[in-house]
Structures are given as structure tokens and as C-alpha cells.
């Protein structure tokens, strides 16, 4: 099974922003809900974005305001604008499907820290 393709993390001070980037395809894309995912060490993993095949957006109120999730199907990529984070947003980021239907891939690493 394909996996999807995280990128575009980094380290970054409070305040600061990243766009993260997934490849998928274009078939998950036509299918099903894409969303992004993160976990921290000692969490379960958690949603923070969602967005629907009519592309109507989705967030938890700790991201909602700060993330931002898009899609460009062309490229069989999902975006995650990351603003104004926080040193609690540090964590592993993974995209997929919503339900979960693709493997995990190796997820991208988000560190926020002074």
C-alpha cells in the first residue's frame, strides 16, 4: 500500500509558522476526507485538521484560528499552515485519510521551543 509523504516541518520560536506538505494520490484524494493528525511523546495520536471532499474544513478549538489545511489535487498534495504556534503544538505530524486508511507514513517533526 502507498503511504503518504509528510514534509516541511522544523524547529521554530512561539509565535512562529511552517506550511507542512503530504503527498497522497489522487484516487485517496477523490475518496475520502484528508486530514492531519499529531502526536506527542506519551499522547495518542490526535486529530488537528479535517477537510471533506466539497473541501468544508474542520478543527478542534486548541488549532482553530492557528492551522490552516488545503489541498491542491493536481499535485496529490495536502497542505497544513501552521501560525502563531506554541511551544504545546510540538509534535509529530502525519496526514491521512478521515477515516484512517493508509498506513502511517514516517510523519513530519514540529518543534516549537524559545
Known amino acids: 500500500q502507498v503511504k503518504p509523504v509528510e514534509s516541511g516541518g522544523g524547529s521554530v520560536q512561539p509565535g512562529g509558522s511552517l506550511n507542512l506538505s503530504c503527498l497522497a494520490s489522487?484516487?485517496?484524494?477523490?475518496?475520502?476526507?484528508m486530514a492531519w493528525y499529531r502526536q506527542s511523546p506519551g499522547n495518542q495520536r490526535e486529530l488537528v485538521a479535517e477537510?471533506?471532499?466539497?473541501?468544508?474544513?474542520n478543527y478542534p478549538d486548541s488549532v482553530k484560528g492557528r492551522f490552516t489545511i488545503s489541498t491542491n489535487n493536481a499535485k496529490d498534495t495536502v497542505y497544513l499552515q501552521l501560525d502563531s504556534l506554541k511551544p504545546e503544538d510540538t509534535a509529530v505530524y502525519y496526514c491521512?485519510?478521515?477515516?484512517?486508511?493508509?498506513?502511517w507514513g514516517q510523519g513530519t517533526q514540529v518543534t516549537v521551543s524559545s
Open positions: 477537510r471533506s471532499i466539497s473541501g468544508l474544513a
Open positions: 491521512n485519510t478521515r477515516p484512517q486508511v493508509m498506513p
Open positions: 489522487t484516487t485517496i484524494f477523490s475518496v475520502y476526507p
